[in-house]
């Protein structure tokens, strides 16, 4: 028999659900229909029920309790014969063939839920890199693939994530690779294929982020005249699996995990047990205490067990603590040595912790685990006996746990310091998700950009150190906003002494943090993603790019009295600093249309994520500006020998063509745009392409109306690859070619006119020997003609000029355009000249035929008639 699995998902508080329809599978099939709920502060099973369905059936009455609409999706064909099957397919997304351009990118949201068991990455490409190559390819051109947690990648703003880059190493990742790979941005060169398994044991969950560049630095932002490199296309299929039952953990959800809960009335005073004054000395009206439930687990030497518990909000601190510690043997061993035993708790949050991977870890049979503002979410303990010295001993324990949360506007650890809620405030006109954050105190106007800091602050301080207050403030970022940046603003009229430090998912602390700011020379401006703009003693600014999407918790620590009057501001933009003035801020979104992205489009002379590299001076733009556009002027040559030889059309053609060029090239390089940049760019290409065409045509001597006729089929050709498509390179080719093709055209044309007496005569001959003789003599005369219609030094001087325009084309990069695309100008224009020099024009009296006059001869009388 065939079962099918239908998996019901939760994501927002909604209406319950009454029903989800049954369609396109099978006529008749069993279904085991796995019901997700999402319930404050836990996500798990609400219901699994298996029962027979046919396509086009109801299931009715689901009871999900809060719920929004009914996502779901069929899983694959299994057979349920026999055999335990712990995991089932929460997502799997195909994403079709996409290509990538010299400098584009692509970004793959992936989301997994707490309950997820692996991600499969499987991507095929065009990219073919030998692996000893890889280091030698600038990183201009190498295709790579990068990974981040949280947010999209941006590798363009530190070179950190470009370390050792090494060909295949992402399928043989390490325990410490893993780790960076968790914490921070991690890039790998394409692959032709590429498979990778990331399971529950190496990553968290939550939102991952897949990154696919074509190229990197400064120049990928920049505006270009021209793009020129080797396009790659890929295409990707991710597959995301998850655990059937919630109490099982794992890669194959093998590893049982027993879930740490407590009622309200079961919870009390935890640190009466422990002598540390620094847990003792604590406000406990808002502390969570409590002990496992369940049996206490007696474990052998390296056996572990695991456990997890929810941070469901802000929280000062997490305790794990191993109470009624005892040692058990086997009846054969009556001695028990526990000199050296070791009771090790491994903590790690959103994922499997292990020796090698994990956040905290100590040893609790000596002293409690102690994790000072834990981050929100899951959190999975491990504990595994170590050193025992008999291997028949096993050690029994029992978990006991305290989760310390401060009453609301309260943080420290003694819940003495203020801490605020930020308000978002959503800017009008402006781009998606820009606002600006202020505390929702009702002291600060809403319609305010910054608020005042002092009136904000903590008077109490930490030990009888002044110089360790601390004043919180806690914002959220919207589900799909990680494209966004956080932009941090301080200003005084004086020295400002606050010291800054921010952290997502969790208030930060001198001992954890993610970014910080203490003054010009301290800060995380090293690190990835944050970056400081023209800080001062009285001024305060940097950004934190691509944040990622949930809670952030940032920090004040400050001097407990002060007069100075600080003003701070908090926002949510788009792209950092406007792009310093040098580009256009423009957004994306990634290939699953759930996360906006931002990006700066640069200017020709700027480049970098935020257009502050300056790439081209304003002395070498102007050069630039003046070659480009002073190149055109070689069009005169050809206009001039054709206004010469009465060639109006070719007169016309060839300076419109150099007009528009130096036009559409002033408006390029931004000196003066006459029309718009599309209207330019057409007239220059398709004038351009008439004029190479029109060369060929010229040197025929067919009539006009085999010219006109010529002319209008290569116009209605040449307009349509002016149109589309304009700047690729095998348009040159195409030209060239059809060119060719009317050269032709014409010379059959003409030796159709002047030979067609030769078919007739040549088809009457029956002799074998004059027929060849009357071939011989007609290419004979051919080839005196063709030698007769061209001066042939003009046209040897045409095609070198011709191929040094074609080299120019193929030489041309994002960084040289400028000056091997005023090389082009020239030579295709001087190639044009040669070539119309080279057409040997003929009088009128070389066209003649002599006339035949019948002469006759007349007898003149010489005698006079009249004598």
Not at 465 to 477: A, K, R
Not at 595 to 623: A, K, P
Request: hydrophobic share 40%; with cysteine; net charge neutral.
């Amino acid at each position: 028999m065939l079962r099918y699995r239908l998996t019901v998902y939760v994501y927002f508080y909604a209406q319950p659900l009454d029903y989800c329809l049954v369609s396109s599978w099978p006529s008749r099939a069993t279904l085991d229909v796995l019901v997700l709920s999402y319930l404050p502060h836990q996500l798990g099973f609400a219901d699994v029920k298996s029962h027979d369905y046919k396509s086009g059936d109801v299931i009715s009455h689901v009871s999900l309790g809060l719920l929004t609409s009914c996502c779901y999706s069929l899983g694959e064909e299994v057979e349920v014969s026999g055999g335990d099957y712990n995991t089932f397919s929460v997502s799997n997304f195909k994403y079709p063939e996409t290509r990538l351009r010299p400098f584009d990118l692509r970004y793959i949201r992936v989301d997994l839920p707490p309950w997820f068991s692996s991600m499969s990455v499987m991507l095929e490409s065009s990219v073919d890199i030998d692996a000893k190559n890889v280091a030698k390819i600038p990183r201009s051109a190498l295709p790579l693939l990068c990974f981040r947690s949280g947010s999209p990648p941006l590798p363009d703003v530190s070179s950190t994530s470009l370390k050792g880059l090494v060909l295949g190493s992402l399928s043989n990742l390490s325990s410490e690779e893993f780790k960076d790979i968790q914490n921070v941005e991690k890039c790998y060169p394409m692959q032709k294929n590429i498979t990778v398994k990331l399971t529950n044991e190496q990553i968290s969950s939550g939102v991952w982020y897949l990154g696919l560049f074509n190229g990197l630095g400064a120049i990928r932002t920049q505006s270009k005249m021209i793009l020129r490199g080797t396009s790659y296309s890929f295409n990707a299929n991710i597959r995301v699996e998850g655990c059937t039952a919630s109490t099982m953990w794992g890669q194959y959800c093998n590893q049982t995990v027993d879930t740490l809960l407590c009622a309200q009335s079961d919870s009390y005073n935890l640190t009466e047990k422990f002598s540390n004054s620094e847990m003792n000395n604590k406000t406990t009206e808002n502390m969570v205490s409590c002990r496992n439930s369940f049996d206490a687990p007696c474990l052998g030497n390296n056996e572990i067990k695991v456990y997890s518990l929810e941070v469901a909000g802000i929280a000062e601190q997490l305790t794990i603590m191993a109470v009624n510690v005892s040692f058990n043997m086997t009846p054969s061993n009556n001695t028990v040595n526990v000199n050296g035993t070791n009771i090790i708790c491994f903590a790690r949050h959103g994922a499997f912790p292990s020796a090698t991977l994990h956040d905290y870890s100590v040893d609790i049979y000596k002293g409690p685990l102690i994790v000072r503002f834990p981050m929100v979410g899951r959190w999975y303990i491990t504990i595994a006996p170590v050193n025992l010295s008999n291997t028949g001993i096993r050690v029994c324990y029992s978990v006991e746990w305290e989760i310390l949360e401060c009453p609301i506007g309260k943080a420290g650890p003694n819940c003495t310091w203020e801490r605020y809620s930020l308000q978002t405030v959503i800017r009008r006109g402006t781009f998606l998700f820009e606002s600006n954050y202020i505390p929702d105190s009702g002291e600060v106007p809403s319609d305010s950009a910054d608020f005042p800091l002092e009136p904000l602050l903590s008077n109490s301080s930490l030990g009888g150190e002044p110089d360790n207050t601390w004043t919180y403030f806690v914002m959220d970022i919207p589900d799909g906003a990680a494209g966004g940046n956080i932009h941090i603003q301080l200003t005084s009229d004086t020295q400002i002494k606050y010291e800054i430090y921010a952290k997502f998912g969790g208030l930060p602390s001198l001992e954890s943090w993610d970014y910080y700011y203490i003054n010009k020379t301290k800060s995380s401006s090293g690190s990835m993603f944050f970056q400081l703009y023209n800080s001062t003693e009285e001024k305060v600014d940097f950004y934190i790019l691509y944040a990622r999407e949930g809670n952030w918790g940032f920090g004040i620590k400050h001097v407990n009295t002060s007069s100075t009057e600080t003003g701070m501001s908090i926002s949510l933009e788009r792209c950092p600093k406007r792009c310093s003035n040098h580009g256009q801020c423009k957004y994306a979104f990634d290939a699953s249309g759930l996360t906006s992205y931002s990006f700066c489009f640069c200017d020709r002379n700027h480049g970098g994520f935020d257009c502050s590299i300056e790439l081209v001076t304003h002395q070498g733009h102007i050069w630039q500006s003046i070659t480009l556009i002073a190149s055109n002027a070689a069009a005169i040559f050809p206009a001039y020998w054709a206004l010469r030889q009465k060639a109006f059309a070719e007169w016309v053609l060839f300076t419109s063509s150099g007009i528009s060029s130096g036009l559409y090239h002033a408006c390029d390089v931004g000196t003066w745009c006459a029309l718009s940049y599309n209207v330019l760019q057409f007239m220059d290409f398709w004038l351009s392409f008439m004029a190479v065409v029109s060369t060929f045509v010229y040197l025929t001597t067919i009539n006009e109306a085999f010219k006109r006729t010529i002319h209008t089929v290569v116009a209605i050709l040449t307009a349509l690859m002016a149109i589309t498509k304009a700047t690729r390179s095998f348009n040159i080719i195409l030209v060239i070619l059809i060119g060719t093709v009317g050269l032709l055209i014409g010379w059959l044309v003409e030796l159709a006119s002047k030979y067609r007496s030769f078919s007739f005569s040549f088809g009457l001959c029956t002799n074998i020997l004059d027929r060849r003789q009357t071939l011989i003599q007609w290419l004979h005369k051919l080839f005196k003609t063709i030698l007769r219609q061209f001066r042939w030094g003009f046209m040897l001087a045409g095609f070198t000029a011709l191929v040094m325009a074609g080299m120019s084309w193929k030489l041309e990069s994002s960084e040289t355009y400028w000056i091997w695309h005023s090389v082009w100008h020239v030579t295709i224009y001087m190639s044009s000249f040669f070539f119309l020099c080279a057409k040997v024009v003929k009088t009128d009296s070389e066209d003649q035929q002599p006339v035949q006059v019948n002469y006759e001869l007349t007898r003149q009388d010489s005698i006079p008639r009249g004598e």
